[in-house]
């Protein structure tokens, strides 16, 4: 299939799209707000995917090179957005804001991943990258053009407002 879409054959690529599809537009959902902003860039990324496959060489996971321009047309969309980011003393923030295993387990996957969207952006962000997509705050900084600082910031806010949320919603739930 990859060497079918390197040769620009569009049935390989209209497979492959539909192969990956699916789980990168979960992906795109995830750093934007709504399905048609979540479609725009999961279109724009297909279209990079295939501008670049020529230059996949073969080393390391077809997907997770895929997955990697997802998530940077996910950044690149945000940017054009103009997105904000408050830099924030890093000592001023409480660095043990662990989500709790214990209230982890007791919510759904799908409930967590709404309680992410509703994160304001900038949090949104980080939490995704740091979190999810196992970037170091390092390459965040670097991705986004944010000190260091300031992605551990994000991230520890993002981690209490979620804690936060996560507490409320199961003290609503208890029976």
């Known amino acids: 299939m990859i060497t079918g879409c390197k040769a620009g054959k569009r049935d390989l690529q209209k497979a492959l799209y539909q192969r990956f599809s699916a789980k990168m537009f979960g992906i795109c959902l995830r750093y934007t707000r709504n399905r048609e902003e979540a ?72 409930d967590l991943l709404v309680l992410i969207r509703e994160l304001s952006p900038g949090y949104q962000v ?14 965040i900084a670097q991705m986004l053009g944010i000190t260091e600082g300031t992605s551990k910031s994000q991230l520890a806010r993002a981690r209490k407002i979620l804690q936060e949320k996560l507490n409320a919603k199961i003290l609503h739930n208890v029976p």
């Not at 724009?44 to 940077?72: A, L, P």
């Not at 980080?126 to 390459?139: D, Q, T």
Request: charged letters at 25%.
């Open 39 to 110: 479609e725009d860039v999961l279109q724009d990324g297909f279209v990079k995917v295939f501008q670049h496959v020529t230059q996949f060489s073969g080393m390391g996971s077809f997907e997770g090179w895929i997955r990697k321009i997802i998530v940077n047309a996910s950044l690149e969309h945000l940017r054009r957005k103009k997105l904000v980011f408050v830099q924030t003393d890093i000592q001023n923030i409480e660095e043990d804001c662990l989500l709790d295993a214990e209230v982890m387990s007791k919510i759904a996957v799908q």
């Open 126 to 139: 980080v939490f995704n990258l740091y979190a999810i997509e196992g970037y170091a705050h390092k390459e």
